[in-house]
């Protein structure tokens, strides 16, 4: 299961402080072509941190993160302007990207939410903006997908959708951290347990 | 790509109303202005410059808390972030978004205002040249103001204390600019001078002012 020289995105002995408090330390995994991770772990272990360390917002207090593809986050805010339609809002971040508007509809419909195009990003439920920023990140076409908690709010439909999602994803190449501490069918997946180093 | 942010910045100040607000502000201004000083032509003419440049400068306030914060808010900025954006960048293209939006209203709302404070057509040409050149500093000041407070609540209110000592050298130039017995050329030079210095340190300050709000 090991990427070795191969992988994608690869942390060596990272460590996280946040707010003078030593959130992990030592943490070191690298992940190849078609490989997952599973981040778990309690409330407040710095599962969102790792995250963060790793799509680059954050930068760890000691070792390195290395990224060799694209990478794209999709963590609890949808980044979508409330007062356009969902296509729109999607739109825009494709136009960023690079990416078109089919590549939009793609990932309105993987996700099954291709009704909700045209209606505005401010009335959709919390379940519906969730998946809205998966969409986003599915919209990206990038090749690491980081995803924090992205079951929370997603009914079991949805939530066979996005595990449907992240197993093509793999298998067109791509890799995905995924940090949950709800059970996510990730089938072979590194597991990564955080304890809270500093509790 | 800088041109879509741009266009973002535009669509959603106009899509929110809130374009409007520094005009309303600054006409407003002028409407009570002659009230409270009282209907005498010269003295509004004397004085009626002055007060226009300290409308301009507070109406370049009011749109502070809804600049940086929302977008920071709705994880916007993270995202920019991700996709490599470098926050002076980001900074750089919300100052000039706020320029488009804020001073080019504002020197068409300078026509009906100096009527109502029955300025001169030589005050009237000189308040509109300062302004011109003061609109990227006031952008430049909001924006970085903006990034400062982003992460405060009732950020609005501190930024006004952290804006106004910073435009104070922008106000005294640009109304001395009006003043008829002085050098009214020194002041415009300075004028510039202090206005360059605000345009030109604006996206590297709210950049870092950005960076910040990540940690």
């Known amino acids: 299961m090991s990427g070795g020289a191969a992988a994608l995105i690869a942390f060596e002995a990272v460590a996280c402080v946040r707010g003078g408090r030593t959130l992990f330390d030592d943490i070191s995994f690298a992940l190849a072509s078609g490989e997952a991770l599973w981040v778990r772990g309690a409330n407040g272990v710095g599962k969102s941190s790792l995250l963060r360390l790793a799509a680059g917002l954050l930068r760890p207090i000691a070792g390195t993160v290395t990224r060799r593809a694209r990478h794209a986050i999709a963590d609890e805010n949808p980044a979508l302007d409330r007062e356009l339609t969902l296509r729109n809002a999607l739109a825009f971040w494709a136009q960023i990207d690079g990416r078109g508007l089919g590549d939009v509809d793609d990932a309105l419909a993987a996700l099954g939410i291709e009704r909700l195009a045209d209606v505005p990003v401010r009335i959709l439920s919390t379940g519906q903006r969730r998946r809205a920023g998966l969409a986003r990140l599915i919209t990206s076409g990038a090749v690491i997908w980081l995803l924090d908690e992205p079951a929370n709010g997603l009914d079991p439909a949805a939530q066979t959708l996005l595990e449907a999602a992240i197993a093509a994803h793999r298998a067109h190449g791509g890799t995905v951290i995924l940090a949950s501490h709800q059970p996510v069918d990730l089938p072979g997946a590194q597991q990564l347990t955080l304890a809270g180093a500093g509790a | 790509m800088m041109a879509a942010l741009f266009a973002r910045e535009l669509r959603r100040s106009w899509a929110s ?164 017995v002085g050098a009214g050329g020194g002041a415009l030079k300075l004028l510039v001078a202090s206005a360059l210095l605000l345009t030109a340190i604006g996206p590297f300050a709210a950049g870092a002012a950005l960076r910040a709000l990540r940690e």
Not at chain 2, 20 to 45: E, K, M, N, Q, S
Request: hydrophobic share 60%.
């Open chain 2, 17 to 180: 109303g809130a374009i409007w607000l520094p005009i309303a502000f600054f006409l407003l201004v002028a409407t009570l202005y002659p009230f409270a000083v009282g209907p005498d032509a010269a003295t509004l003419a004397r004085t009626g410059g002055g007060m226009a440049w300290v409308a301009a400068l507070l109406s370049a306030l009011l749109p502070v808390d809804r600049l940086v914060a929302p977008d920071h808010d709705a994880g916007v900025l993270d995202q920019l972030a991700v996709r490599g954006f470098a926050d002076e960048s980001i900074a750089a293209v919300k100052i000039a978004a706020h320029m488009a939006g804020f001073g080019v209203p504002l020197l068409v709302a300078l026509l009906p205002a100096s009527a109502l404070l029955g300025l001169s057509g030589a005050t009237l040409q000189q308040l509109a040249t300062g302004l011109a050149i003061a609109c990227p500093a006031l952008a430049s000041l909001a924006v970085m103001t903006a990034a400062l407070t982003a992460n405060l609540r009732g950020g609005g209110s501190i930024g006004g204390l952290v804006l106004l000592p910073l435009s104070v050298p922008v106000l005294i130039f640009g109304a001395g600019m009006l003043n008829p």
